[in-house]
């Protein structure tokens, strides 16, 4: 009887510290969840409040709070499509569409974004310069467009693997192999198709910029006293090539014009 | 006293410095000692030490343009070699040296080396007859760059023209080769001309190529000679024994210049070219100056004058005359409401340049084409100057429904404000530039699928090759099961009861052998075991074997006993034949 106290005395000395650590594991978990529940709520607050600016047609005071939410690191595609219709309603059409284009990212099949982006598109000055495109990779392209980046992957991911898979099964199914080549060369071929719109799309969404200042003069070299290139309208779309420290940034405006302009008159899409 | 003892402190680092410090030589030597005019010659400054020394500066020497080129790295060790570019401007002999300079306490001093700089004349009537060694092919093909302007504004045109002149007429394959200088645009030579002149009594073939230089930024530019390279071939024979065409009578001095091939390359060289670039004058500078500087026409032109509401009037803007089309940049159309001008395209050439575009008409409220106002620097006469088109009037056909245009109006005006709403809920707020796809970790997976592809065809060629090698097919698979084989004995040693133990050595044998010898498994016993010898395997091997079936047969088929040492005895005696058995190719 005075062993088995013994071994129980000897077993919850052991075990004793190992949950106090669990539980002061557990509460530091919880305390960190319930501060960051905390920060999310103070945060949704904050956006409910926009709102309501918004709805009381003080676009001002709503862009300031959906400013406030996304200068904390936190950001989702409503939040980036309120931020969008707020500027639009404000006038500032370059603002909303650079807005927009971050929320097509995350929800490019979101019906009321599509239509107040177009929208907004129809607002500018200066339509971006149309780009001349096979048939065929316009309809890839579209259909890559209506899809997140993620979904992108996931279909990229998927068509591979598959491809990968039947390449693989091929070797080992003589009686079979021909039927399964064609279905591999089949799945190539997609795979192929997908990777151009593919990498468009991770290239518009790692270096697209759009123009914020109503007008910008894109120079040929990134100097004051430079020629004129040619003009960037409130609105337009440009690769951002390179950002100098001094205030100047180089573009290429999707027909591939290259310039300089003022690193205030554009603001990258993902930055 | 004190005062004395500090100031004493103060001194005599510097006292003992200039007492310790040492004059050491370095030496100056050139490529050559004899260049012409617009030439370049290489100088080289040798220092005996490797040591840390920066790069000396060459004193400025006027008729001479010296510039550090590179240090020789490829210089035995021990010595430090910079290279320096000098290009020679004008005639003379000049004195490089001695340089002096103070580096680490010591003072370095080098030797003096001269230059002498010699014009190339131009060959005298009679003096083309020079022959063999006395040939210098550069008094017979030679460079001239020139430029009418040195002095000119920013963006502003300078015309270069080059000539090669020949009194040989196969100069064929002219290459240019010209270092790019920033801020500076030079363009390509690509206008030629050919002419022939007589001079002195020589005729010449001049090749004459035309192009023109901007800099963008105002500033002192020293252009690098442009390096011109050329075969000279040798004259081919027409047909029909007819003469060979040449300029001059000096076939016999090219025929030995060129020598036993069909042609020789020769390189040569431009006068460095130096232009001072101005700014544009800043406080009078119109609102609509984009960069265009020249003298130039200006016009536009709108058609159709006469369209319907929501049709587009072509507009042509044409700039003519003369200065630097390349900077000429659209000029500002003013907005007016109801007007939607889209962006133009541009055609230029090097005399012209057009911009067509399109103005939507989106109002019967516009009447016409805005005034353009083109503006422009002149640098011969250092002003600004505007030239202003328009407007152009235009009619809008049909008359107005004002009441529709109101009620359109209205519609527009309920668009406007009717866009879709907001979102009333947040949404799922995650922190910002989450993106996966830029993690190496995502990336990695791409990997993934060209490994299976990889191990499928491994796995076929793998599989193709054991079933064209069935001896070492049967040679894997028999030493596969052999070893679980041997680990299945190993564990069924028992001194109470040796049957398992003996069984499992019978099966792993007899499979063994089996699978290695390609016969069936069951047909393998002692009894056949003479079979084996046709495999060539060491009789004291197949003795082995024997002995260990024999000991199974003793074990599984009388009463006889085992100890467990004679066990693992026979457990060896397996693990050896099977090794040995392993090494050799069972060929039939």
């Known amino acids: ?271 | 006293m004190i005062k004395k003892i500090i100031l004493t402190i103060l001194f005599l680092p510097i006292i003992f410095s200039h007492s310790f410090a040492e004059e050491i030589g370095f030496e100056l030597k050139l490529e050559k000692n004899k260049v012409p005019p617009g030439k370049q010659v290489y100088l080289e400054a040798v220092f005996p030490a490797n040591k840390d020394i920066s790069i000396p500066e060459i004193p400025f020497i006027e008729g001479l343009d010296i510039r550090y080129a590179r240090t020789d790295k490829e210089s035995p060790a021990g010595v430090l070699k910079y290279i320096y570019r000098i290009a020679v401007m004008k005639e003379g002999v000049f004195k490089i040296g001695p340089v002096e300079f103070d580096h680490g306490g010591d003072r370095y001093i080098s030797n003096t080396v001269y230059l002498s700089v010699e014009r190339i004349e131009l060959p005298a009537p009679g003096d083309a007859g020079q022959t063999g060694a006395s040939f210098d092919i550069s008094k017979h093909i030679f460079l001239v760059l020139d430029s009418p302007k040195s002095n000119v504004f920013v963006n502003e045109k300078v015309p270069v023209v080059l000539r090669l002149y020949s009194d040989w007429l196969d100069v064929e394959n002219i290459v240019f080769s010209q270092k790019p200088r920033e801020n500076l645009i030079a363009k390509k030579f690509d206008d030629r001309t050919v002419n022939t002149i007589e001079k002195g009594g020589i005729k010449y073939v001049v090749l004459e190529y035309r192009s023109y230089i901007y800099a963008a930024t105002p500033g002192q530019y020293d252009l690098e000679p442009i390096d011109v390279k050329f075969d000279v071939a040798k004259v081919k024979p027409p047909s029909g024994g007819s003469p060979a065409e040449t300029l001059n009578q000096n076939i016999q001095e090219y025929d030995e210049f060129i020598g036993q091939g069909s042609s020789r390359t020769v390189e040569l060289s431009t006068k460095p070219f130096s232009v001072t670039v101005a700014a544009l004058p800043q406080p009078e500078q119109p609102e609509s100056f984009t960069g265009a500087v020249g003298n130039f026409t200006f016009n536009m032109t709108a058609d159709p004058t006469s369209v319907k509401e929501g049709d587009t009037v072509g507009i042509k803007i044409s700039i003519g005359g003369e200065g630097n089309f390349d900077t000429v940049g659209m000029p500002k159309i003013v907005e007016v409401e109801g007007l939607r001008v889209y962006e133009p395209k541009s055609v230029r050439d090097k005399n012209s340049v057009s911009f067509d575009l399109e103005a939507r008409v989106l109002s019967y409220d516009v009447r016409e084409i805005p005034a353009v106002t083109f503006s422009f620097f002149n640098p011969d006469a250092a002003e600004y100057r505007s030239i202003t088109k328009g407007p152009i009037p235009i009619t809008i056909q049909g008359e107005p429904d004002r009441k529709r245009s109101a009620l359109e109006g209205e519609a527009k005006k309920t668009v406007e404000i009717n866009i879709v709403g907001l979102k009333s809920l947040p949404g799922r707020l995650s922190r910002s530039n989450m993106y996966y796809y830029r993690s190496k970790l995502f990336a990695s997976l791409a990997v993934f699928p060209i490994l299976l592809i990889i191990a499928s065809l491994v796995i076929e060629k793998r599989i193709k090759f054991l079933s064209d090698n069935p001896d070492y097919a049967a040679l894997i698979t028999s030493a596969r099961k052999a070893r679980y084989g041997l680990v299945r004995s190993q564990r069924l040693i028992n001194p109470g009861d040796h049957k398992p133990f003996y069984g499992a050595v019978f099966d792993t044998l007899q499979q063994y052998l089996g699978g290695r010898s390609l016969i069936p498994s069951a047909g393998v016993t002692a009894i056949v075991l003479d079979e084996l010898s046709r495999f060539e395997i060491d009789p004291e091997v197949l003795r082995r074997v024997k002995n260990i079936f024999s000991e199974c047969y003793l074990a599984r088929y009388t009463s006889a006993t085992f100890t467990k040492e004679e066990m693992q005895k026979t457990m060896e005696e397996m693990r050896y034949v099977i090794n040995e058995l392993n090494k050799k190719r069972f060929c039939k």
């Open chain 1, 1 to 271: 009887m005075l062993s088995t106290s013994l071994i129980k005395k000897d077993f919850v000395n052991k075990i004793m510290p190992l949950a106090r650590l669990s539980m002061i594991l557990c509460l530091f978990l919880f305390c960190c969840g319930a501060a960051a529940a905390d920060e999310r709520s103070a945060l949704e607050d904050e956006f409910y409040k926009a709102n309501s600016y918004y709805e009381a047609g003080n676009y001002k005071d709503a862009i300031g709070l959906y400013e406030t939410i996304l200068a904390s690191g936190i950001s989702s595609p409503n939040l980036h499509y309120n931020l969008g219709n707020s500027y639009l309603e404000s006038g500032q059409i370059g603002s909303a569409i650079l807005h927009y284009r971050k929320a097509i990212f995350y929800m490019p099949r979101d019906s009321g974004l599509r239509t107040n982006y177009k929208y907004a598109l129809s607002m500018m000055k200066q339509r971006d310069p149309n780009i001349s495109m096979h048939s065929l990779l316009r309809i890839v392209n579209g259909l890559f467009d209506m899809m997140t980046i993620g979904e992108s992957y996931l279909l990229f991911g998927l068509l591979y693997l598959a491809f990968a898979l039947l390449f693989a099964a091929s070797r080992f199914v003589p009686r079979y192999r021909l039927a399964v080549d064609i279905l591999a060369v089949f799945f190539f071929v997609i795979l192929v198709l997908t990777i151009l719109p593919l990498s468009n799309k991770i290239n518009d969404l790692d270096r697209e910029g759009v123009i914020i200042s109503q007008i910008a003069d894109a120079k040929i070299a990134p100097l004051d006293d430079a020629a004129s290139g040619f003009p960037m309208y409130e609105g337009m779309r440009a690769y951002i090539l390179k950002k100098m420290e001094f205030g100047w940034v180089k573009i290429k405006r999707p027909d591939g014009k290259i310039g300089w302009i003022k690193d205030k008159d554009i603001k990258a899409v993902c930055e």
